[in-house]
């Protein structure tokens, strides 16, 4: 069930980061991405949106037979407890991978058996109110039957203030507008239902800034050594070195956004990078206030030269450490991706504070905007932060990180924000019009093709 992991974080370099005003990522011969990045209509067999599907689909199945084997075979654990455990690893994960869905994909079919091949070109698409109904209940099951951690060999595995986290960010994807679409804004304001589950993570202790920004991303700082990384409350957890396997278990989300010709320019013809720069945009560049730590932790600004060609443009680093350059396999970088982190619980409780959900603007919101600040090297403090404040401080601290594209979608402002974008850096005029259909992306082509009539075609494609 956690291998269906393996990607995720390169999906959200390419369907969060790629498709937000985070990137401008036009090539000189077209990719997979540009129409990502350019809001092409005719982008259901994109490699990139396949893949979203088909990945998290797997993973689906994967939890549903390990939940049926466990009903029909539980006895062999041997342990009631173990097998209560597993269920709620297993649900957990099957939210993981649904929520995936229904904030690219919007209305999908609710599946919570092994199905064969044959039965699942039988089943519509629920709607995305449907989907919701299952992420909910798995995840409050998860909660009431994980540990709170773990230790030696189990560290990794999901925790209940995983699912607490999760489950907070459900209740805010649905707090969001609809854009009159069938995607993940329900327009619910459950504000309220998300502050005590991110509280509760708060209140547990377990978990806190670290006080150098750089240091989140250090390999030297990742679990399970020495203590883990107290950024990280889910890490999606990768190891490399393992002689005969290091393209299975090994990271390679580290260069997906980071080009080729950078790491070629350092003579190393091993890490491969993206095949063309895909640079981050200039109103994210321009963005950072002098002084900005985060910004030199980011993105790469110093430029580079190869084959007689020098390239200025800015590209995305955050977890590119040259020291640490794999020897075996370009699939082989050892560090974990922290698929939620600390950082962010703190701000998405304040962002409910600011949504009307109980708390102090003093405390829950300036305060701790000020205080990552003040990490980043900022001195002037804010007072009085508003929604727009902590949009903008959340683009910049999650860069890289793949958040973006969700922030837009759960602010009500992506229309907005995104087609402002497009007028200021779509120098080539490449990028098509916003609308609201592009809040989603398409129903796969594949899945069309498979069971003709059984889909309808999301609006806009």
Known sequence: MYSSLRNYPDRLCYLSEIRSDNIYGVSVTVRDWDPINNFAKAIASNTYVEEAWSANFNGVFKANTVLDQISKNGAIIGSASIATRYNAEAKFLRAFYYFDLVRYFGKVPVVQT????????????????????????????????????????????????AAEGLLAQVYMARSGPTYGIEGPGLGLSEWSLALPLLQDIINSNLFALNTNYANIFAYSNQSPVPAGNKEAVFDVMYQSGLS??????????????????????LKDTKSNGSLEIIPVSNDLATSYATGDLRKAATIYTAGYTQAGSTENRPFFKKWVDITKIPTASRFDWGINYIAMRYTDILLLKAECVLNGAPGSTATDVDAVVNTIRTRAGLTVPLVGVTLDQLLDERRKEFANEGLRWFDLQRSGKLLTIMNAWKTKDDAQGKVNTIIPGYVVYPVPQSQLDAAPGLYTQNIGY
Do not use: C, H, M
């Not at 199905?115 to 209940?137: D, H, Q």
């Not at 278990?249 to 080009?259: C, H, I, K, N, S």
């Open 114 to 161: 092994p199905v064969t091949p044959a039965e699942a070109t039988t089943i519509p698409r629920s709607a995305v109110a449907g989907v919701y109904k299952l992420i909910i209940a798995d995840l409050q099951f998860a909660i009431a039957n994980l540990p709170a951690s773990y230790t030696g060999v189990d560290v990794g595995r999901a925790t209940k203030y």
């Open 244 to 265: 005969g396997s290091a393209s299975l278990y090994g990271a390679d989300f580290v260069w997906q956004l980071t080009p080729n010709g950078y790491f070629l320019s």
